[in-house]
């Protein structure tokens, strides 16, 4: 592997611990325990900090978190008794991933399709809306825009199900709620580079050599615009992740994003650090993948040593 | 060998910007023969680049208009041509080498398909001859390892390596004309030579007319039979190397050539700057546009644009100092020791 | 001869657009004199010189979107601050006899602010209520019209804290780590990396969850992470402007440190910087929203774009007019402040512009 893969590799790593850390120490500061409560004795109380392990020095609680998080334990819940953080988080990923990714699928392409057309017809109006839907999409929150299609679309007219989790059709408008912003961003940024590309000298080249508009627009364009979109994954991932803390929690999906707005209202600090820390894990992981790729699409990126001119 | 192969005439080819339209070339006539090279020269903004690229109808339709004129390459009109025969045209018959070979490839793809793409385009080969052929290609403009460096990518080349790939796609199909843009600008002094060397030898076995941009008037001398003078978006003056070089007719070529150090001249004698920059195309007077930085300039000047003047069969310019009429002043002229 | 030169220097003219190509014939004899051109006008000649603000202030003026922005920005933040005090109620004043009543204007009754609710009963007529509520009432009774430009211009206030704040912090990290270079320079942006690598949602939550809610407390979480961007930014500029021949030139003539921080560098990083203030203002409002809609936010009575629309989304079935007002808000707040940042960055930079 190379110097720069390796470079990557340690930034990614220092950043896991940094991550870890703080999320240890504030957790330490958070207000009281988390076994306030009134009715709870001092000997209740010593039993539980026992169980949980917080009657030790704060150096070994330390240790002990680390290790345990190296092995993928992120603790119990404070709320559910007797159920594991890593469990909670298990059982919840299924209808987080699937809204997620299909957003994500999705968004890239219709936001694709608008980006090119945008940049071909530039100064067109077709070029105009599609621009402006981009900034609306990027502009209005997400959570807006969930309100207004369950509002409309699921009680008005009641076209799809407004809210719940029994079938295929129970992920569509969550699905779409999610996928505005990477609509949006996806459009701007394919369009942005499309019409960078189409400037750039060696298109002037290609149509020197006699190449038609559409050849010229697939072989040269299209290929150069499209690789830098790949950076976009790791701002689009958070994006979703974002979203779906919203997302969720409005269409009532028993995903990550909805056990996390009910861990907020009861005080599990334990299944909130561990849902943050699984959201960056995963978006640090992210980046680095993003990273790999860039490097595979790009001949001018040579994974050992960085991109070089030109 | 003395067959005229392109000819321009009256070329006028305006830039619509938001606010306001530029003529960039106002009035451009030239030709060029068979096997003979032809430089234009003039400072960035004089045209000479806008004109190159007309002449193989690369400017871009939603910007730019060419508003009169014509350009007959073996006697039919380019600007009549429809899109099919105008792609038929490019990298067949006319072809052009751009001023920066650090921009001017694609650096996603490998070098080799670069130039096939050009040969299959205008050639019935398959794939492994196209292979060849762009090999070939690469060996012809002294790529060193062709068969190896055809899998590589443009980074992986040095700045005058990669002017050479450049001029191999140019040269792939064997084209009539080469339209050269300032193609040693930015590459380093000893590249520079070696690039119009290779310029000048595939000239010599292929015939091609050249029309050679630059505003390096130690280039032209070196490269060119005849030359262009151009000032913003008009030839000022044109005609044979040698009497441009050594009589030239238009004060603005004078002061070119006096801002340029020569080696045969006298030490003793100082580099003379041009005053002043050239103006603002849009801003555009009714006179000549070179009379407000014109040591010569007369009245006439500032209100008339000047005629073009037949000196001899092949030397024309644009100059009121050659109407019988500013007789009197280019006495005055001389007598002040200025002409 | 000299005498006859310095005579017409004097009526020297400048070159008047008076026909394009005359014939030959038509020009008379007595134009065939010396006329040079006097040096100043010369100058003329290649128009009048703008500086760099003027350029890119006409240029934002040529942009549409950009300046209804600007007057959208001005209408809502001089709402925030008067709207509070125009109906004469305060943003957490209860009435109960007053709960839950739709919109009314009047005379504009027919964009549908007509006091009736879902069921099309006019409630104020129902309960006979005489005064008009402009946004209508929630459910203690409180005047959303208060309440909406009270919370726009918390949420404003969160945004512009954040936004001061991170160019406070960036402008002295990016300028120090910029400016000194070398050893610095290199520790301070390792420091960078890796918390770039931390997406600042997490962060903001995890700071949220320690501190008391708040609106400082928000906006200490925000820059927590968001100073980053800005200082990658300055440090990026001042890089850039430090290579260039006139602060070369400056120091080489002895200028201070000091004197070249505050004359050449800053004032020549102060578009990309505008253009990053501009950016981060709807992140902070958005985050705002977002904090609040889960449950993170401020804490009632106060109230904020972010939480009005939490609330608006609960009631939105049977009083969506709760939903609307500050849901309408916000987007313009973004859509405006997104667009007038694209704006400036087309107009002070050109060669951006597509």
Redesign the interface.
Known sequence: MGAYLLRRLGYMLVTLIVIATATFFLMKMLPGTPFNNDRLNEQQLANLNAKYGLDQPVAIQYLKYMSNLVQGDLGDSYKYVGRSVTEVISERIGPSALIGFQALVLGTLIGLVLGVTSALRHNSVLDYTSVTLAVLGMSIPSFVFAALLQYYVGLKWGLLPPALWKGYEYTILPTLALSVTVIATVARFIRTEMLDVISQDYVLTARAKGLNNGKVIIRHVLRNALIPVVTMLGPLAINIMTGTLVIEKIFSVPGLGEQFSLSVIVNDYSVIMGITLFYSFLFIFMVFLVDILYGLLDPRINLRGGKQKG | MNETILSVENLRISFHLQDRVIQAVRGVSFSLKKGETLAIVGESGSGKSVTAKSLMRLLPPQTTQITDGSIHYLNKDILKYSPREIEALRGKEISMVFQDPMTSLNPTMKIGKQIMEGLVQHQTLTKAEARQKAIEMLKLVGIPNAEERIEAYPHQFSGGMRQRVVIAIALACRPNVLIADEPTTALDVTIQAQILDLMKSVQEQTQMGLILITHDLGVVANMAQRVAVMYTGEIVEIGPTEEIFSNPQHPYTKGLLKSMPRLDANRQEPLVPIPGSPPDVSRLGAGCAFAPRCPYVMKVCHHHSPPETRLDDQHLTSCWLHDQRSQKAKEIFQAQGSL | ?SM?LEK?KNNV??????????P?DT?S?????????D?S??EQ???PMKSVWQDAWQRLL?NKGAVLSMIMIVLITFLALVGPQMSGRTYDEQNLLFTNLPPKVAGLEWLGLDGRDNNGVDQYEKRGITENFWFGTDEFGRDLWTRVWKGTQISLLIASLAAILDLIIGVAYGGISAFYGGKLDNVMQRII??LV???N???I???I??L?PGIFSIVLAMIVTGWVSMARVVRGQILQIKAQEFVIASKALGASNSRLIVKHLLPNAIGPILVTIMFTI?SAI?FE??LS????GLQPPLASLGML?QDG?VA??YF?YK?VFP?II??VL??S???LA?GLRDALDPRMK?
């Open positions: 001869m006859e017409n003219q400048l070159p008047q657009s008076v026909s394009t190509v005359s030959r020009i004899d007595d134009l065939f004199v010396p006329e040079p051109v040096s006008l010369q000649i290649s128009g040529k990396e890796v690598g931390i997406p949602l997490i962060v939550i995890l700071f969850l320690i008391e709807p958005f929203a977002f809609f889960i449950g993170l629309i989304y939105m079935r969506s939903l849901g916000i987007s973004m859509i402040f997104n667009l694209d597509k």
